[in-house]
């Protein structure tokens, strides 16, 4: 099964995220408010702790945030997916 991870679920991002999951996909999903995910969980999405966790082992990343400094936090941030654990360094 394709594995997807899906950050940001504002009006757009939750209707988008709720279109994998009718389509069969494992979706692991992370937000700022953990509320607005509570229907994707509640039908089979994955909550993940951080936007790291969220795309660990995903085949694809979504993202679907607000604004340039939430695309920031998002991937550059210090749990954010273009970082490691180990002092924020780009992945390789």
Not at 11 to 23: K, T
Not at 33 to 57: C, F, Q, T
């Amino acid at each position: 099964m394709t594995k997807v991870a899906f950050i940001g679920l504002g009006r757009m991002g939750h209707g988008m995220a709720c279109r994998y999951l009718d389509a069969g996909f494992s979706v692991a999903v992370w937000n700022r408010s953990k509320a607005k995910a509570e229907d994707l969980i509640a039908r089979g999405a994955r909550w993940a702790a951080s936007p790291a966790e969220a795309a660990d082992n995903a085949d694809a990343v979504v993202t679907m945030v607000a604004d340039d400094e939430a695309s920031r936090v998002v991937w550059l941030g210090k749990d954010g997916r273009g970082c490691n654990d180990e002092g924020g360094q780009p992945r390789d």
